[in-house]
């Protein structure tokens, strides 16, 4: 259609000067967003400074980062190319997994290779989703290859949003019969007292993120329906007990409140034809003191195993605000140094006093 893929000018320029040529001008303006912002959104995270001449953009800045942002452009024109949106987070992602010619920003090497060539994506009713991180993409590759998927780590890191979207793909692929969504019924620090109504009214304020992710991939009658036909279930985690889910893709969420024993009861309610995907957070357990959190037990318990996988996430694969990312590290870094004083504390009194 006549599509020239934008490339850089030999460097005649200067030494700390790039430039790339996009045919589409209607494609540029929208590569450069209102006001510029997306321009604006790469030079604060890379470092460099994006002036547009015409139908190029010139990229100034050390070589690294000018050559960061040039492929990061270049992924987003594609992008463009192929009748996608550019928003924010999906700048993000393509600073994020590096950027490429191909838009898939996979490089050799990665643990997705199995994808190398083509955009890892989602497709659900409503939208598709891309995984915004490397972590992100080896997570749904487990969800894909794997019966048995772990995907441990902190708030905002995508982990039950891409399983339910991967559940709901695999649910509209026909590939399962059913979509089960569970989570422990567990209080998150403050007591909510006896709540009224009958069970799913008592049960549902718990269950309110899985039915959020849901309607974000199905539209709101379709959710109805297919709850009514049982074809989706949400239910709390004591309500597994005595079930073989079979022909289902199973999700337990907020898996680092289950007990041991849930736990195990809830690993093997695994039936036929089934897929199972658990999802925690172990820096917010609300169990009471004293009680083992069954996620932990189980990541040492059942790795090794052939089949199941465990993908762990960080502070740099948070996708909600940016703020976000910068509140998990404060915590992390004031319970790394209070473990550490702890631990100087205990050296300190065991050793023997100097006379």
Known sequence: MGFEEPTAAPDAQTAHEALLEFPDNRLLIDLCGEFDRNLTHIESHLGVQIIRRGNQLAVMGEADAREKACEVLRALYIRLEAGKAVEPGDIDGEIRMGGSGDGTGTRDGDQMEMFK????????????????????????????????AFGIGPAGTGKTYLAVAVGVNMFLGGHVDRLILSRPAVEAGEKLGYLPGDMKDKVDPYMQPLYDALNDFLPGKQVTKLIEEKKIEIAPLAFMRGRTLANAFVVLDEAQNATTMQMKMFLTRLGEGSRMVITGDRSQVDLPRGVDSGL??????????????????????????????????????????????????????????AR
């Open 117 to 148: 060539g083509a955009a890892v994506e989602i497709k659900t009713r409503k939208k598709t989703i891309e995984p915004r991180t490397d972590a992100q993409k080896a997570y749904v590759q487990s969800l894909f290859e794997n019966e048995l």
């Open 296 to 353: 932990r037990d189980a990541e040492g318990l059942l790795k090794g195993i052939n089949q199941i996988s465990f993908n762990y996430f960080t502070s740099k694969d948070v996708v909600r605000h940016p703020l976000v990312a910068k509140i998990i590290e404060a915590y992390d870094d004031a319970a790394q140094k209070a473990m550490v004083r702890k631990a100087e504390k205990k050296g300190g009194g065991s050793a023997p006093s």
